[in-house]
C-alpha cells in the first residue's frame, strides 16, 4: 500500500544507453513531479504533471522526457545517458497547489 | 522495514513563537538524516546530520541527531510567517546509499 513507488530502487547502466524509471501513486493525486537530487543534496525539479499536462519543465536536457500514460503514473525517460547525470532521481505526487509532496523511495543511477 | 515518522503533523503558532519538530527513523545501514522545507517550490535543503550531538544552525534554525535513540529535532526560533512551510525529514540508508526515505512532514502554520 506505498503511497509513491519508484522503480528501480537502483540502476547502473553504460553511457549512451536509453532507459527509464517508472513512478506510480495511489494517493488519488493530480499532479506528479520529478526530481534531481545532487551531489549536495539539494532537490531540483525537473517535471510537473498535472492532468497530463506538463506545466514545469526546468531547463532540463531535451534526453529528458517524462511520460505519462495517466494520472496515477509518470515515467521518466533518458536517452544518451551521460556520466553527469548519475544521482538519486525522486518522484513525487501532490496537490496542485504544491503546498506538500508526497515522495517516492528514490533511484539511485550511476552511469558508468 | 525502513521508516520515518514526524510529529507533529500539524502545528499552529503564532508570530515570535519557538517550534520544535521531531523526527524518528528505523532504517538500515543509517547514513546520514537529512531536513528539507517545502514551500510552493522544489523542497529546499537545511540540514544533513551524520553524527550525534552536533547541533547544526542556520539563522533561526537550528537541529541536531541522536544515533542512539534514532530521533532528530529541528527546533525554530522567534518564528515568522515566512517559515510557514512543510518541513519534511528524511533518511538515507543501506549498504550502498541506495534507500532514502522520506517522513510524512510537519505542516507548520504562522499566523502573524
Known amino acids: 500500500d506505498t503511497a509513491v513507488s519508484q522503480t528501480p530502487k537502483y540502476l547502473v547502466t553504460q553511457m549512451g544507453n536509453d532507459k527509464s524509471i517508472k513512478c506510480e501513486q495511489n494517493l488519488g493525486h493530480d499532479t506528479m513531479y520529478w526530481y534531481k537530487q545532487d551531489s549536495k543534496k539539494f532537490l531540483k525539479i525537473m517535471f510537473s504533471y498535472n492532468n497530463k499536462e506538463l506545466i514545469i519543465n526546468e531547463t532540463v536536457p531535451n534526453r529528458f522526457s517524462p511520460k505519462s500514460p495517466d494520472k496515477a503514473h509518470l515515467n521518466l525517460h533518458i536517452n544518451s545517458l551521460e556520466l553527469g547525470d548519475s544521482a538519486v532521481y525522486f518522484c513525487?505526487?501532490?496537490?496542485?497547489?504544491?503546498?506538500?509532496?508526497?515522495f517516492g523511495q528514490g533511484t539511485r543511477l550511476t552511469v558508468v | 522495514e525502513d521508516k520515518v515518522v514526524q510529529s507533529p503533523l500539524s502545528l499552529v503558532v503564532h508570530e515570535g513563537d519557538t517550534v520544535t519538530l521531531n523526527c524518528s527513523y528505523e532504517?538500515?545501514?543509517?547514513?546520514?538524516l537529512l531536513w528539507y522545507k517545502q514551500e510552493k517550490k522544489a523542497p529546499t535543503f537545511l540540514f544533513m546530520l551524520?553524527?550525534?550531538?552536533i547541533e547544526k544552525k542556520s539563522g533561526r534554525l537550528s537541529s541536531i541527531l541522536d544515533k542512539k535513540e534514532l530521533f532528530s529535532i529541528l527546533n525554530i526560533t522567534a518564528t515568522q510567517t515566512g517559515d510557514s512551510a512543510i518541513y519534511l525529514c528524511a533518511v538515507e540508508g543501506g549498504n550502498y546509499g541506495q534507500n532514502f526515505v522520506f517522513g510524512p512532514g510537519t505542516r507548520l502554520s504562522v499566523l502573524p
Open positions: 532504517v538500515t545501514n543509517f547514513r546520514s
Open positions: 551524520t553524527s550525534s550531538g
Open positions: 513525487a505526487s501532490g496537490t496542485r497547489d504544491r503546498t506538500e509532496a508526497f
